[in-house]
């Protein structure tokens, strides 16, 4: 069953400009992750933000977490045309181990 | 490289055709989980071992058979599939069962004609 809702669907910015991404869920969760595919390969982990944190940095990225609105948002900084990829949030729910994840946004940096 | 490993990377399978897609991991973790990823569709959780148990099968047709022979080791067995089984499948494994992060394999593309 789905859980992570992306949006937008799909996303395209010119390099060098900052790229925001959100991601709705439904239940209550423990943590949050945010994932990266290239096209057709396998997922790539780039961040995980747990239930009791607000916001997070790795790199470029910067993850946001609002559990009160069931929402989380990633910010890819100073893109570049390597960032183009889909994205995606995935959730591990309270009471159940399982990750699940969402329909992505795909991401495409015009050079 | 994530340290999961699956193969074959593509496959083209008849519909009376019976296969197995393999998952590998040396990372040490104790679960390992079955994705199916179709076009435009969020990715499908199909199985999760844990400790080579099988925790969960989300309704999965029974054309589909896991088989986890021990922690490093995840199976596939495909027969009698339909064209609508045509997809990605991805395996990924993590540390524990409500662990965090996943690591996934490069995915085996799958085509059934």
């Known amino acids: 069953s789905q859980q992570g809702e992306e949006d937008p669907q799909a996303l395209s910015i010119q390099e060098g400009e900052n790229a925001t991404m959100n991601c709705s869920y439904k239940?209550?969760?423990?943590?949050l992750q945010w994932y990266r595919q290239n096209s057709g390969r396998g997922l790539v982990h780039l961040i995980l933000i747990r239930s009791n944190e607000r916001e997070k940095h790795s790199g470029r990225l910067r993850v946001t977490l609002d559990t009160s609105k069931k929402s989380s948002s990633l910010l890819i900084t100073a893109s570049r045309a390597a960032d183009t990829a889909s994205y995606f949030c995935?959730?591990?729910?309270?009471?159940?181990?399982?990750?699940?994840f969402g329909k992505g946004t795909r991401l495409h940096i015009l050079p | 490289e994530t340290g999961v490993t699956q193969t074959p990377r593509h496959l083209v399978m008849g519909m009376t055709n019976k296969k197995s897609l393999k998952c590998e991991q040396h990372?040490?973790?104790?679960?390992m989980y079955w994705y199916k990823q179709s076009a435009k569709k969020p990715l499908e959780l199909m199985f999760v071992y844990s400790l080579e148990e099988r925790v969960e099968n989300n309704s999965v047709p029974s054309r589909f058979s896991p088989e986890c022979p021990n922690s490093s080791h995840l199976f596939l067995h495909l027969h009698t599939l339909q064209p609508e089984d045509s997809a990605l499948y991805l395996c990924?494994?993590?540390?524990?069962?409500?662990?965090?992060?996943?690591?996934f394999g490069q995915g085996t593309r799958l085509t059934v004609v």
């Open positions: 990372l040490g973790h104790n679960a």
């Open positions: 990924a494994s993590s540390q524990d069962l409500g662990a965090g992060e996943a690591f």
């Open positions: 995935a959730t591990e729910s309270i009471g159940d181990d399982k990750i699940i």
């Open positions: 239940t209550s969760i423990n943590n």
